[in-house]
């Protein structure tokens, strides 16, 4: 039960590059996410999608692009990435008995040059 | 102004202090309040959970929800060098139905070291 897990841990791209976040669960959610995290700003979301077929803008969308591949897999797209997209990215996932809980993976730390 | 307002620190105590952690929110929609634990380079993990007002105990931790003043409080008593870490603050109301159904609003986070 390896829970969520995201790929890559690290990358670095240069402005105007773009790139696809993976992220994955195996605890059968409905219900997943995508955060960045910057110092002083705690978690902003990005987008989530409360089930399979659908996706929805959190508050800060601008720039980014998701696909809800199925009901383990979750992507987000960078389509030409910025400086100011410099960040930590968390996915995470919630559904079951609770959605009180939202289960965290380990977080791609992103950097454009 | 943001939903939720929470201290960034950061925070600094001896080993075996009395710790108190704040969030005020200005959304009285929200329901449930949760504490989330991030270690440092990992991500955030669930602490603990309190629905509408009151407090709730786990061991050393305590959370306490006034609705009324819009304040929710963790308190961590004989804390240890094993509870530093960032700690957030977040919040949903009980929109069951709705696609929105357990989207979570998140505090900036109280960065707490323990020294011994």
């Known amino acids: 039960n390896a829970g969520v897990t995201q790929t890559p841990k690290f990358q670095v791209l240069k402005t105007g590059q773009s790139m696809t976040l993976q992220c994955a669960q195996d605890m059968n959610h409905n219900s997943m996410y995508w955060y960045r995290q910057d110092p002083g700003m705690g978690l902003r979301l990005i987008y989530y999608?409360?089930?399979?077929?659908?996706?929805d803008k959190g508050e800060v969308p601008n720039g980014y692009n998701v696909s809800r591949l199925n009901k383990r897999e979750f992507s987000l797209r960078l389509e030409s990435a910025a400086p100011s997209q410099t960040s930590v990215y968390f996915c995470?996932?919630?559904?079951?008995?609770?959605?009180?809980?939202?289960?965290f993976g380990p977080g791609t730390r992103l950097t454009v040059l | 102004q943001k939903e939720v307002e929470q201290d960034p620190g950061p925070l600094s105590v001896p080993e075996g202090a009395i710790v108190s952690l704040n969030c005020t929110y200005s959304n009285s929609a929200f329901q449930y309040f949760m504490w989330y634990r991030q270690y440092s380079r990992k991500g955030p993990e669930l602490l603990m959970y309190?629905?509408?007002?009151g407090n709730k105990e786990d061991g050393r931790f305590t959370a306490q929800v006034d609705k009324s003043s819009k304040y929710i409080s963790l308190f961590i008593r004989d804390s240890q060098p094993s509870d530093s870490a960032t700690y957030l603050c977040a919040m949903r109301s009980n929109n069951a139905g709705g696609t929105s159904y357990g989207k979570l609003t998140f505090g900036q986070g109280t960065i707490l070291t323990v020294h011994p």
């Open positions: 309190t629905y509408s007002s």
């Open positions: 999608s409360a089930s399979e077929g659908t996706t």
């Open positions: 995470a996932s919630s559904g079951g008995q609770s959605y009180n809980e939202q289960f």
